[in-house]
């Protein structure tokens, strides 16, 4: 089911995720209603707090290069996910479902390594120098309450807010 997304400055985008506990059906309707969701609106990458859901769950499907498919198999589900390794720094142009429409270049680390949770319960290990790494470290930022455009300068900051309120009669 695909389930509405939660557009910046709603204040739960603000909430702190929780530790998922319980690894079963309710879980699983989770994680496939976020995939459902993520690919009506184009998105590579989503988590749970996006849909409402303050729990420490994030997919991310970055699209076939011949072709530009994302099929369901080829979906990351991470649940509880952990930074063990974090090195090096990058500049990738971002953007998020939850801000449409609005790509802003943001320094990250350039590897990281992430121990996580399957959809199981299952730990497992994933690792990336790659537009995989920008993509955890984004999504894992959307766990803790935050989103992209807190990385901007101060300058940048309030000129974003600015057209925001514009664009949105806010
Ligand atoms: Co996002």
């Known amino acids: 089911m695909v389930r509405e997304i939660l557009i910046y400055p709603d204040k ?24 459902e969701t993520m690919i009506a609106r184009k998105g590579v990458g989503l988590a749970a707090i996006q849909i409402g859901i303050p729990q420490r769950v994030l997919i991310i499907n970055l699209p076939h290069d011949e072709d530009g498919t994302q099929p369901k198999e080829n979906t ?9 390794v974090e090195e090096g720094t990058t500049t990738y142009q971002e953007g998020c479902l939850s801000l449409p429409n609005i790509y802003e270049d943001v320094k990250r680390f350039k590897y990281v390594k992430v121990e996580y949770q399957d959809r ?3 730990k497992q290990m994933v690792e990336s120098d790659d537009f995989l790494a920008i993509a955890l470290q984004h999504e ?12 901007l300068s101060f300058i940048k900051r309030k000129k974003f807010e600015k057209e925001w309120r514009k664009k949105y009669k806010l």
């Open 140 to 151: 894992i930022e959307h766990l803790n309450g935050h989103v992209f455009i807190e990385n």
């Open 76 to 84: 990351l589900e991470v649940i509880n996910p952990l930074f063990l």
């Open 120 to 122: 199981y319960g299952n």
């Open 12 to 35: 739960r985008l603000q909430i702190l995720s929780e530790e998922v506990k319980a690894f079963d059906a309710t879980l699983h309707t989770l994680l496939d209603d976020m995939y």
